[in-house]
């Protein structure tokens, strides 16, 4: 029997980071069950960071103090940069893992789709027509600022598709879920797998 694949690895990170826009303390743990609170000073933001560990099945606990004066843009993007860097730290070697993850979720009218690479290279590609506007103190063109940010510090390939809908919290909504639920599939430990699922050997770079 291998020994390296009878131990559950720890899956864990924090991360801190403070800039003259936010203050983000972020404690990140894969293999959880949704606990955590998330507090960003943006109530949607804070409903869309349940969504995500609930559905992704990840502990996270979110403090942030930013110039909300300005808007949430700064607040937004600095969150997902971080939380992209704990998912990064948290995931290691990569070793045993499925890196692939694909997910569809409707949202009464609306309908998001997510597939997600654990790369090692940064891409994203956002397709969603949101209609204009703000909801809950979060601008909608936040929803691709936000996944870009988190994809690019995460080191993913991210394709995210909001394919339906008219209500913006509905559509994005799903695209969360449909995050949320791909990453979850992504990250999770495949126990067939022995090494580093690539034929390069590695996924962090």
């Not at 694949?5 to 069950?33: H, S």
């Not at 990840?58 to 103090?65: A, I």
């Not at 956002?126 to 909608?140: I, K, N, S, V, Y």
Request: net charge negative; with cysteine; charged share 25%.
């Amino acid at each position: 029997m291998d020994s390296q694949r009878t131990a559950t690895p720890i899956r864990t990170a924090t991360i801190e980071r403070a800039t003259g826009e936010t203050d983000v303390r972020l404690a990140l743990a894969l293999d959880g069950t949704g606990q955590g609170t998330r507090d960003t000073g943006v109530g949607f933001l804070d409903h869309m960071l349940d969504l995500l560990a609930r559905h992704g099945r990840f502990d996270l606990d979110v403090k942030v103090t930013g110039d909300l004066q300005t808007g949430a843009h700064h607040t937004a993007e600095d969150t997902a940069i971080v939380l992209g860097q704990a998912l990064d730290s948290a995931l290691g070697d990569r070793v045993g893992i499925y890196r692939y993850g694909f997910w569809a979720v409707p949202m009464d009218e609306a309908r998001a789709s997510c597939t997600i690479d654990i790369s090692g290279r940064p891409f994203t590609l956002f397709d969603a027509e949101l209609p204009p506007g703000a909801t809950g103190g979060f601008d909608h063109e936040l929803t691709e600022e936000f996944f870009r940010a988190l994809a690019n510090s995460a080191k993913l390939t991210l394709h995210l598709e909001v394919q339906a809908g008219t209500n913006a919290h509905h559509m994005i909504e799903a695209a969360f879920k449909a995050f949320a639920r791909a990453l979850r599939e992504a990250v999770a430990l495949d126990p067939t797998e022995s090494g580093v699922p690539s034929t390069k050997g590695t996924l962090t770079a």
